[in-house]
């Protein structure tokens, strides 16, 4: 069913956006900008300077009270238990079948631990959460009274640092620092889904649009723009960075998906692990692999992979891959095809497009830290 303007929900920097001119358009329930100026502008603006998403659509998570980081590494695949103060882990949130519930951060807050979780799988998420969540936990929704934004490209630690000071230069990828507390709290760490190097900063709504103008303000010296969710897409592209919904669902596990760095294989006890573990064992039918496409067509979501006039795949995401000047795209590959290297054809509009296998991520010439962490849409 198609969402109507009613019934979109808006972020707090919603004025912003409409006053800058954004396209907006439905997405996971929200009203978000797609685009200002143009999606290639933007991608190439965060790719080379920096730029500015509204991220507010993204739904967070609060677990406090005794078992809070017990019920947080039981939760997900990776390691949410033993989290030093400020320190950010991406990871899968699996059914016990091992398929892939969500893909989320966890932040580690003292006692207690943050999820922030995929805004159109926000209510499934939090309902999970609280079905497992033993007498000892809280589960809070901070949904409603949190907005961020993100902050990202190569001159981002600039801005970001005039804001909150040096402490920001010293933080390590995939950490983060808290300030404040009650309507003045905000969590501030780097980590980011453009495969820049980039930092994400949570306030209360009530304080959203102080927020918008402070990092323009900051960021007018190095030419800061604002991002619409078009060039967000094409960005985490490139990087081979995974779409909920596309690329990763209920029915796909991360061993399949290229996601196995983040299964913990060492903790005792995580939803889904003996399907997980069994799955690396024995191994996996396919594999989520990155192609280039030899022509200028673009390869889009569901579309068949073939070799010589076999399917062997299905595509997941495509794209232009903008700073790489080809097309390219992820796919669902046999595992004897999906080698780097090999050749395979992907059909567009009836036309099968040759094209070449590719580890992810396809691009890597960004200023980011770490080629793997990444964050939810």
Known sequence: MLETASALKRTPFHPRHVALGAKM??????????????IMAEHKAVRAGVGVFDVSHMGEIRLTGRGAIALANRLVTNEAGDMPIGKVVYTPMCLESGGIIDDLLVYG????????????????????????APPDVTVVDENAETAQLAVQGPRAEDVVARLYGDRVRALGF????????????????????TGEDGFEIYVRAPRALELWDRVFEAGAPEGIRPIGLGARDTLRLEMGYCLYGNDID??????????GWTVRWDKKEFIGAESLRRAKEVGVSRRLQ??????????RAGADVTRGGQSVGRVTSGSMGISMGRPIGMAYLAREVSAPGERVEVVTRGHAVPAKVTARPMYREGSVRSPKPRRPE
């Open 25 to 38: 358009v439905p997405f996971a329930g929200h009203e978000m900008p797609i685009q200002y100026e143009g």
């Open 109 to 132: 807050l003292g006692a207690d631990r943050l999820l922030v979780v995929n805004a159109a799988n926000f209510d499934k998420d939090l309902a999970w959460v609280r079905e497992h």
């Open 174 to 193: 995939y950490e983060g620092f808290e300030i404040g507390s009650g309507d003045d709290w905000t969590l501030v760490s780097r980590t980011g889904y």
């Open 250 to 259: 209920e029915t796909t596990n991360p061993v399949e998906a290229g996601l």
């Open 290 to 299: 990155g192609f280039v496409l030899e022509e200028d067509k673009i390869a």
